[in-house]
C-alpha cells in the first residue's frame, strides 16, 4: 500500500505503525538459546494493517485485521502471517480499493448495518476448537484455522447467536463457557451473553444502561459477570460520534448473576474512570475481587483534565495512562474499596487464563515506552500476593506488543511458563520472537528466532496449547 497525504495526519501509519503488503509462511531459526522442547503450539497475535490507502482520516484502530502466527512443534518455529478474509476485507479486494471511512469520519449512514468496516482486527480467543478474531466495536467472530490462518468463516454458533461479539470474551475455564458483550450506540446499549461449551448461545440478555458507553471488556467469577458502566459516552451528533468523559458521575460496576437474570445485577459506584483491559476477577472472602487497568483522565485535549497531568501517549482522542488496580466489592455491605497496586504506566494485562475466574497471583503487564505513540519498552511480572515486579526490558531501540503466558509442556502451576512476544527494532524493521521463562523474567532470552520482513505493532495474542491444537474443530 502506497501511502500517500494520509500519512500527514496518522503517526499509526508510520514507523512500525505502517502496515505490510505481503504474507509469508517462513521456517524460522534461532539467533540466540534453543526453543525449549516443553514449548509447544501457537503463539497467534492480531493487529490493523489496512491493505488500502485509508479514505479519510485514519485511526490506528480502523485497519484491516491480520494475525501473525509462530507455530512450535517438533520440527521447530514456523511463522505465517495472513489477513483475515472479513466480508469488508473481500468486497474491497474485488474494488481495489477502500470502501469505509474510519472512526473519526462521519459515520456513513448509507453503509448500515456495517456503518464502519468490520476488520476482526482486536482480539484473538481459543473456544470450543476454534480460533476466532474479533473486533473492538462488536462484530462477527471470524474463525480462523491453525497454523495456517486461513478465514473458514463467521462463527454463529449454529445460528443461535443473535448479536455481533465485541472484542475480549472470557473463557470459563471451570465450566467450559464463553461469557460476551456486544454493545451499540442505540438500544439496546449493552448486551450480555454465554455460548455453551458445545458451542450454543444459551443466554442472551440486555443490560439495563443509561445511554450508549464505549466498551471494551467484561470479567467473571464464579458466580457473577461483571459488566461496566464508565462515564465515557459514546455519543452521536451533528452527523459524527463523538465520546465525551463526564467527571461528575460514577463509574458503575455491575455484578451480573451467572445464575440468574440481567435484571438482578448489583451496581457498585466509584470514581469516574475507564478502563479497557481487566488482568481478572475472582470471590474471596465475601468480596469480588477485580483487577485491571485504570485510567483516570481518558480523553486528550479534555479541558476538564486536571492542570499537571503528565505526558501520555495517545492514539487521536484517547488518552492512555493506565495504573494496575484492585477494586474490592464487598457484597455485605456494598461497599467498595479501591487502590492502585502497580505504579508503572503499563496495560495490556495477561495472566495465566488457566486462572481465569478464579484467584491468579500473577499479571504480566506491557510497560509503557516514554512517547507520543503506543509502545511498549518492557514486560512487568506484578506478584499480587507480595507486590513484587519483575522487569524484563527489551532491547535498546526495540519494542514489544502483548506478550502470552505459554505453559510448560506437563505444568499445572501458574508460574510455569515462557512469555512469547514479537520485538522489533523500530529503526530498521528487524523483528524477532523473544521467549522469556515467566520465573526468570530479568534473565536474556531463553529464545530469540529473527523474523524474515517485518511485525508492525499490534494489539492481543493468544497461546494455542499443543493439546488443544490437536482437537481443533475441523474445517
Ligand atoms: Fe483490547
Same mark, same amino acid.
Given at each position: 500500500?502506497?501511502?500517500?497525504?494520509? %500519512?500527514?495526519?496518522?503517526?499509526? +501509519?508510520?514507523?512500525?505503525?505502517?502496515?505490510?503488503?505481503?504474507?509469508?509462511?517462513? /521456517?524460522?531459526?534461532?539467533?540466540?538459546?534453543?526453543?525449549?522442547?516443553?514449548?509447544?503450539?501457537?503463539?497467534? @497475535?492480531?493487529?490493523?494493517?489496512?491493505?488500502?490507502?485509508?479514505?479519510?482520516?485514519?485511526?490506528?484502530?480502523?485497519?484491516?485485521?491480520?494475525?501473525?502466527?509462530?507455530?512450535?512443534?517438533?520440527? *521447530?518455529?514456523?511463522?505465517?502471517?495472513?489477513?483475515? @478474509?472479513?466480508? *469488508?476485507?473481500?468486497?474491497?479486494? &474485488?474494488?481495489?480499493?477502500?470502501?469505509?471511512?474510519?472512526?473519526?469520519?462521519?459515520?456513513?449512514? !448509507?453503509?448500515?448495518?456495517?456503518?464502519?468496516?468490520?476488520?476482526?482486527?482486536?482480539? +484473538?480467543?481459543?473456544?470450543?476448537?476454534?480460533?476466532?478474531?474479533?473486533?473492538?466495536?462488536? *462484530?462477527?467472530?471470524?474463525?480462523?484455522?491453525?497454523?495456517?490462518?486461513?478465514?473458514?468463516?463467521?462463527?454463529?454458533?449454529?445460528?443461535?447467536?443473535?448479536?455481533?461479539?465485541?472484542?475480549?470474551?472470557?473463557?470459563?475455564?471451570?465450566?467450559?463457557?464463553?461469557?460476551?458483550?456486544?454493545?451499540?450506540?442505540?438500544?439496546? =446499549?449493552?448486551?450480555?451473553?454465554?455460548? !455453551?461449551?458445545?458451542?450454543?448461545?444459551? @443466554?442472551?440478555?440486555?443490560?439495563?444502561?443509561?445511554?450508549?458507553?464505549?466498551?471494551?471488556?467484561?470479567?467473571?467469577?464464579?458466580?457473577?459477570?461483571?459488566?461496566?458502566?464508565?462515564?465515557?459516552?459514546?455519543?452521536?451528533?451533528?452527523? @459524527?460520534?463523538?465520546?465525551?468523559?463526564?467527571?461528575?458521575?460514577?463509574?458503575?460496576?455491575?455484578?451480573?448473576?451467572?445464575?440468574?437474570?440481567?435484571? /438482578?445485577?448489583?451496581?457498585?459506584?466509584?470514581?469516574?474512570?475507564?478502563?479497557?483491559?481487566?488482568?481478572?476477577?475472582?470471590? &474471596?472472602?465475601?468480596?469480588?475481587?477485580?483487577? *485491571?487497568?485504570?485510567?483516570?483522565?481518558?480523553?486528550?485535549?479534555?479541558?476538564?483534565?486536571?492542570?499537571?497531568?503528565?505526558?501520555?501517549?495517545?492514539?487521536?482522542?484517547?488518552?492512555?495512562?493506565?495504573?494496575?488496580? &484492585?477494586?474490592?466489592?464487598?457484597?455485605? !455491605?456494598?461497599?467498595?474499596?479501591?487502590?492502585?497496586?502497580?505504579?508503572?504506566?503499563?496495560?495490556?494485562?495477561?495472566?495465566?487464563?488457566?486462572?481465569?475466574?478464579?484467584?491468579?497471583?500473577?499479571?504480566?503487564?506491557?510497560?509503557?515506552?516514554?512517547?507520543?505513540?503506543?509502545?511498549?519498552?518492557? $514486560?512487568?511480572?506484578? /506478584?499480587?500476593?507480595?507486590? %513484587?515486579?519483575?522487569?524484563?526490558?527489551?532491547?535498546?531501540?526495540? =519494542?514489544?506488543?502483548?506478550?502470552?503466558?505459554?505453559?510448560?509442556?506437563?505444568?499445572?502451576? &501458574?508460574?510455569?511458563?515462557?512469555?512469547?512476544?514479537? $520485538?522489533?527494532?523500530?529503526?530498521?524493521?528487524?523483528?524477532?520472537?523473544?521467549?522469556?521463562?515467566?520465573?526468570?523474567?530479568?534473565?536474556?532470552?531463553?529464545?530469540?528466532?529473527?523474523?524474515?520482513?517485518?511485525?508492525?505493532?499490534?494489539?492481543?495474542?493468544?497461546?494455542?496449547?499443543? /493439546?488443544?491444537?490437536?482437537?481443533?474443530?475441523?474445517?
Amino acid at each position: 500500500m502506497a501511502i500517500t497525504d494520509v %500519512a500527514q495526519t496518522s503517526p499509526y +501509519l508510520l514507523g512500525n505503525y505502517s502496515p505490510i503488503a505481503d504474507e509469508r509462511s517462513v /521456517d524460522l531459526t534461532p539467533v540466540a538459546g534453543e526453543i525449549p522442547a516443553d514449548l509447544r503450539g501457537v503463539f497467534v @497475535r492480531n493487529g490493523s494493517n489496512p491493505r488500502f490507502e485509508p479514505v479519510g482520516r485514519y485511526h490506528w484502530f480502523d485497519g484491516d485485521g491480520m494475525i501473525h502466527a509462530v507455530h512450535f512443534d517438533a520440527d *521447530g518455529a514456523h511463522y505465517t502471517n495472513r489477513w483475515v @478474509r472479513t466480508t *469488508g476485507f473481500e468486497a474491497e479486494s &474485488e474494488t481495489g480499493t477502500s470502501m469505509w471511512t474510519g472512526i473519526l469520519e462521519p459515520p456513513d449512514l !448509507s453503509k448500515y448495518p456495517q456503518v464502519f468496516k468490520d476488520t476482526a482486527n482486536t482480539d +484473538l480467543v481459543w473456544f470450543n476448537g476454534e480460533l476466532l478474531a474479533l473486533w473492538w466495536l462488536g *462484530g462477527d467472530a471470524y474463525r480462523v484455522s491453525l497454523p495456517g490462518l486461513e478465514t473458514l468463516g463467521r462463527e454463529d454458533f449454529g445460528g443461535t447467536l443473535e448479536t455481533h461479539i465485541a472484542a475480549h470474551p472470557k473463557v470459563d475455564p471451570t465450566t467450559g463457557e464463553l461469557l460476551y458483550i456486544d454493545f451499540d450506540p442505540i438500544p439496546p =446499549f449493552l448486551t450480555f451473553g454465554v455460548v !455453551s461449551p458445545e458451542g450454543q448461545v444459551v @443466554r442472551s440478555e440486555s443490560v439495563a444502561l443509561g445511554g450508549p458507553r464505549l466498551q471494551h471488556d467484561l470479567a467473571f467469577t464464579d458466580d457473577y459477570a461483571i459488566v461496566f458502566d464508565f462515564p465515557f459516552m459514546w455519543e452521536t451528533g451533528a452527523g @459524527r460520534t463523538q465520546l465525551a468523559f463526564h467527571r461528575d458521575r460514577p463509574s458503575r460496576f455491575g455484578l451480573l448473576p451467572r445464575g440468574g437474570s440481567a435484571t /438482578d445485577t448489583r451496581w457498585f459506584e466509584t470514581d469516574p474512570c475507564f478502563m479497557y483491559h481487566v488482568a481478572n476477577a475472582w470471590q &474471596e472472602d465475601g468480596t469480588v475481587r477485580l483487577i *485491571g487497568c485504570e485510567i483516570a483522565d481518558p480523553l486528550a485535549d479534555d479541558h476538564n483534565n486536571p492542570p499537571g497531568l503528565p505526558d501520555a501517549p495517545r492514539v487521536a482522542m484517547l488518552r492512555l495512562e493506565p495504573y494496575l488496580t &484492585e477494586w474490592i466489592f464487598h457484597l455485605d !455491605s456494598g461497599a467498595i474499596t479501591k487502590r492502585r497496586i502497580n505504579d508503572e504506566v503499563a496495560e495490556f494485562p495477561k495472566i495465566d487464563v488457566r486462572r481465569t475466574g478464579q484467584r491468579s497471583r500473577y499479571t504480566y503487564l506491557q510497560r509503557f515506552a516514554p512517547m507520543t505513540t503506543l509502545a511498549f519498552d518492557a $514486560v512487568i511480572r506484578h /506478584d499480587l500476593d507480595t507486590a %513484587a515486579t519483575t522487569t524484563h526490558v527489551w532491547p535498546d531501540g526495540w =519494542f514489544g506488543g502483548e506478550t502470552s503466558f505459554c505453559p510448560k509442556l506437563g505444568s499445572t502451576a &501458574e508460574a510455569e511458563g515462557y512469555l512469547i512476544c514479537f $520485538v522489533v527494532n523500530e529503526t530498521t524493521g528487524e523483528s524477532e520472537v523473544h521467549v522469556l521463562d515467566a520465573e526468570r523474567l530479568e534473565d536474556d532470552p531463553v529464545c530469540r528466532l529473527s523474523v524474515p520482513g517485518r511485525v508492525p505493532t499490534g494489539y492481543h495474542t493468544w497461546w494455542v496449547s499443543a /493439546d488443544e491444537l490437536a482437537h481443533q474443530q475441523p474445517s
